[in-house]
Each structure stands twice: as structure tokens, then as C-alpha cells.
């Protein structure tokens, strides 16, 4: 018996993670097992390390690449630079910032839970008095998501950063970039953010299992007082290895380094700023035809719009889990639900990682049809025309080889 379900032709993909796969990658991934311990593992190990550094924007970092998701990656960040009790301020915008302070509770930390109604960026306003206050420094973290992939909301970090340094605050910045980095603008450096983190199905478009943390030189300082427990997660262990040149406190998945090889080349064979840029395009195209369609951004303003995902609104008659459904069942498409409090009534469209323009045009007629099968009365063509309108004015990436 088959073990997945049949449809001719390609799947369009587009929950905002897991993302889709390079073909490339997908071919350097197709590899046998190999001792870890040999000296080949570790002499590409050391090169990855460098490289990644590059996709954060860093010199002064240090890379983890951790066998998880991106949420063994927040742990990885919060337990290695806290303490239990610590203070932290975290806002709540959506279900990953929501999934994040729950995690941060768990732990045992004093969370601040900064909470903004879903569809708008973090309240840097009650940032601002918090740090203002707190001349005693007790706050000893700020924790922020890039971009809030339930609700399609990127937060200005560079105001973050302003606030701390204008009240000479030295609570450390810990960043989840996972639907952000190797999409959106990020500079760790430039932005003094303590830790990032990503997750290796987001935008860096490899299979899931790798988390990837970056810590700063003051999070390393951290780490060496911090108490929080961590067994796993301890970067004292990652260290032991750069240093012996080992690298690997315990077994890497092989197929999944070199497909990061694999992927990092593709990274840098576009450039990170074309990146940047195509993302830029799939997002406006995207909103373009949102609008078009007559409904509604769940983001609320243009300032907090997202160019990885979009999540779209949908009239109080219509239930957006149907659309989520009907479009997989007949178009073999994959758009992402609307999560926990803004389920039914909004489905999202993931637009980063791999991908080009008409693939996104591709998803874009789908959502159409679909909505007209769940009774929208939509104008097939309307959206698609204008978010072509708008693409037709750039000339995509084209090869450097060529
Ligand atoms: C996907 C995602 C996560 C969770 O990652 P997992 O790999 O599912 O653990 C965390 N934060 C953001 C912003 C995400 O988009």
C-alpha cells in the first residue's frame, strides 16, 4: 500500500515551515552514514561554523548547531544565559511568542508578559517604562520573536536595541529568528543581539532537526555564571569540542550537514541581500493580492507587515480551516491554518525559503479558486493579476555562472 497519497505534479507548499527543499539539496542530502568521528566530518564542521556565521551576520558569534527544533533552540538560549527566577520581559503577539513565554515559565523565570493584540508588532512603549524603572537592573533578558509567524508581524529589533542603549541597559537580547533568518534583514552584530536563533526547515530550506543558536561574546560570559539546568543544551559542552577540533559532543545527523552545505552554497550563489530582496517581492505581491481579493491583513499595520508570511483574514461567514482544507483536497495545496485564538478565522500563506515568483503566483490562482468553491465572491484572476502586475517590474535572480 502506498504511504502517502497520490497526485500528479508538484505539491505547491506553502505553510511558512517546513518549507520547501532545493532539488540540490535534496540530492547532496541523499548520502550514507559516516563516522562522525573521522576527520572529515569535523574539517567540514569547522567550515560550516564560519560560514553560518555569515547568514546571522556576525564575526564576534559563536554557532551551536543543536540536534532539535527550534524550540530546543529557545531552551538552548534561555537556559544557558539565565538563571531560574531571573526577570524577563517577553511579549506576547501570537502563538509562537505565546509558545516561547510558556516555555520561559516552565523553566522557572519571572516572565513580564508584554502582551499586544495579535495582529500588532511588541508594545516597545511599555518596554520603554519597564527599562526606564528598572534602575536596579532586575530585568536580566529581553526575549523577542523576529517575526511572529501566526499572525504575519515583524518587530523593528533596531528600536529594541535604541531602548536598551538609551537606558543604558544591560539586559541581554535574546532573539527567536526562526521565520526570519535568511529571509528577512538581520544583523547580530550591528543590532548587539546576545542570541539568535534559528531552525534548519525555516528559511535556510532543509529538512527539520537542526536548531541553530548564535550566541554573542556577553551571552558566552553569561553562560559561565548562569545556573539554570541543562544537560543537552550546555554550550560547555559544544566548547570542549571546538576546542579539542572534535566539534560534536554527541552524533550529528551526516545527511543533514551536507545538505546545509548544500544550502549554504545556494545562499551565497544568490547572495544574502537578493535574498533579502526576493522575499521582499513574494511579500508585496502577496499583500498585493490580498488586497485585491477585498480582504484583509491580519497585521495591522504596514510598519509590522511580513515578507516570510501573510495571513490572511476572512469574512465571519466563511471558516478559514475550510479553506485550508479544500485547497490541500483539491489543488494539493498547503496554505497554513490560523492558530489557537485566530483559528477559523484567518489561513496563512507562507512565502519564504525556496522559492520563486510563479511558483508564488501558482499559490496565489489556488487561494482564488478556493476561496470562490467556499462561497467568496471572489474575481478569479484579480489577485493573480495584480500581484503579476507588480512582479513583471523586476528582473528575478539570474545565475552568476551564467
Ligand atoms: C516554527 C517556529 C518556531 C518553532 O519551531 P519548531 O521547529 O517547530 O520547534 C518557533 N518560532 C517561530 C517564530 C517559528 O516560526
Known amino acids: 500500500m502506498a504511504d502517502y497519497v497520490y497526485g500528479p505534479g508538484r505539491t505547491h507548499l506553502f505553510v511558512p515551515g517546513p518549507v520547501n527543499i532545493p532539488d540540490q539539496v535534496l540530492r547532496a542530502m541523499n548520502r550514507q ?18 560560514d553560518v556565521k555569515k547568514i546571522f551576520k556576525t564575526t564576534t558569534g559563536t554557532i551551536f548547531m543543536i540536534p532539535t527544533t527550534g524550540t530546543g ?64 537592573h532586575t530585568i536580566k533578558a529581553i526575549a523577542i520573536v523576529h517575526n511572529e509567524t501566526a499572525t504575519g508581524v515583524t ?14 541597559h544591560p539586559a541581554l537580547l535574546l ?51 548562569a545556573t539554570s539546568r541543562r544537560v543537552f543544551f550546555d554550550w560547555k559542552d559544544y566548547l570542549r569540542t571546538y576546542n579539542l577540533g572534535t566539534y560534536w559532543p554527541y552524533t550529528p545527523s551526516i545527511q543533514l550537514l551536507y545538505g546545509l552545505r548544500a544550502a549554504l552554497d545556494l545562499i551565497f550563489e544568490e547572495g544574502l541581500d537578493n535574498i ?87 499559490c496565489l490562482s489556488g487561494v482564488e479558486m478556493v476561496l470562490k468553491d467556499v462561497g467568496y465572491p471572489v474575481k478569479l484572476g484579480s489577485g493573480v493579476g495584480a500581484a503579476a502586475a507588480y512582479l513583471s517590474n523586476f528582473t528575478p535572480f539570474i545565475p552568476s555562472r551564467i
Open 276 to 362: 533579502i530582496k526576493r522575499h521582499n517581492r513574494l511579500g508585496t505581491a502577496t499583500r498585493l493580492a490580498v488586497q485585491a481579493w477585498g480582504l484583509k491583513n491580519c497585521t495591522q499595520k504596514e510598519e509590522w507587515f511580513s515578507d516570510t508570511v501573510t495571513a490572511v483574514v476572512v469574512p465571519p461567514y466563511i471558516d478559514s480551516n475550510e479553506i485550508v482544507k479544500q485547497a490541500w483536497k483539491r489543488y494539493n495545496l498547503s496554505l497554513g491554518l490560523g492558530l489557537n485564538k485566530i483559528s477559523g478565522k484567518v489561513f496563512r500563506i507562507g512565502h519564504l525559503g525556496n522559492l520563486n515568483e510563479l511558483q508564488l503566483l501558482g
Open 73 to 136: 533552540a529557545w531552551e538552548s538560549a534561555l537556559t544557558n544565559t539565565l538563571s531560574p527566577g531571573d526577570r524577563i520581559v517577553s511579549f506576547l503577539i501570537g502563538q509562537f511568542s505565546l509558545l516561547w513565554i510558556d516555555q520561559q515559565q516552565r523553566l522557572g523565570f519571572n516572565v513580564d508578559v508584554v502582551e499586544s493584540e495579535w495582529g500588532r508588532g511588541a508594545d516597545l512603549d511599555v518596554l520603554e517604562a519597564k527599562l526606564r524603572d528598572d534602575t536596579a
Open 175 to 225: 532573539v527567536d529568528g526562526v521565520s526570519s533568518i535568511c529571509a528577512l534583514d538581520f544583523r547580530m552584530d550591528e543590532w548587539g543581539v546576545d542570541v539568535a536563533l534559528t531552525g534548519s526547515q525555516k528559511a535556510l530550506s532543509l529538512p527539520t532537526g537542526m536548531g541553530i543558536v548564535c550566541a554573542g561574546p556577553r551571552a558566552i560570559e553569561a553562560s559561565k555564571t
Open 155 to 168: 518587530n523593528d529589533l533596531t528600536k529594541v536595541r535604541k531602548l536598551l542603549d538609551t537606558y543604558r
Open 33 to 50: 552514514n559516516e563516522d562522525y568521528r573521522s576527520p572529515a566530518i569535523p574539517a567540514m564542521t569547522k567550515i560550516l561554523l564560519e
